[in-house]
């Protein structure tokens, strides 16, 4: 079996095993697992499809708390660095990050480097963690506390003050299996990680800052 094909079985029995979803989801999702193992790229398409076909069945709520994404500083250059900005970085982020480690105050740096785009994060990456879980936490230690195994620190954190999220109308709800499948999450367990929530898309109106957490 190809890790293409086993990493597909895997999402789908992450789909299986959630017993917050809905029992015809589950089933409809394990009959995907032998086609996950003969085509994978075909059993993936049609977890994506069961995917869009779910989440408008699943409740949205107003925050109640502020909120912070995580994320590595090559997938801030790769997804949030500013266009003007990219190509004196072209390669890959490495350059990005010695160039950050050479800044007195690198979240400044980070800032002035982020992407004026409207949208800060596609709703399909939107996981979010309250702020204040992530207190005192230096990068190795959010890893862990994040489950972010194999995610090269330091990170970049997005801070959402509840003031923010709610003028923008930002709604969350818990994670499900089927959010999984876009990034191919497959570490992900129900629960895992504590007040974890995910979003429609999140808009850079929403952001009241931004860390460096090495």
């Known amino acids: 079996m190809t890790d293409v094909a086993a990493e597909v079985q895997q999402l789908v029995q992450i789909v299986v095993n959630d017993a917050a979803l809905p029992l015809c ?4 999702a394990a009959t995907l697992a032998g086609l996950a193992g003969r085509q994978p790229g075909r059993a993936c398409e049609r977890l994506e499809d069961l995917r869009t076909r779910v989440l408008p069945d699943l409740a949205l709520h107003e925050p109640e708390r502020d909120y912070a994404r995580c994320v590595s500083v090559e997938t801030f250059w790769r ?26 105050d690198p979240a400044v740096a980070i ?11 596609p709703a399909e990456f939107s996981w979010l963690v309250p702020l204040d879980h992530l ?23 997005f ?27 497959l570490q992900w367990t129900p629960g895992g990680v504590s007040g974890e929530r995910i979003d429609r898309s999140i808009p850079l109106v929403a952001l009241g800052g931004v860390q460096w957490r090495p």
């Not at 989801?25 to 409809?28: A, T």
């Not at 002035?112 to 409207?118: G, H, K």
């Open 79 to 104: 997804h949030h660095l500013r266009p003007d900005r990219k190509p004196y970085f072209r390669a890959d982020h490495r350059p990005y990050l010695g160039y950050l480690l050479s800044q007195p």
């Open 159 to 185: 801070v959402f003050p509840l003031g923010r999220l709610l003028q923008s109308g930002v709604t969350a709800r818990e994670p499900r299996g089927i959010d999984t499948i876009p990034a191919k999450l």
């Open 135 to 157: 207190a005192g936490l230096d990068g190795p230690a959010i890893a862990r506390r994040l489950q972010l195994r194999g995610s090269m620190q330091p990170f970049v954190v």
């Open 25 to 28: 989801v589950r089933r409809e």
């Open 111 to 121: 800032r002035a480097d982020l992407s004026t785009a409207t949208t800060l994060i």
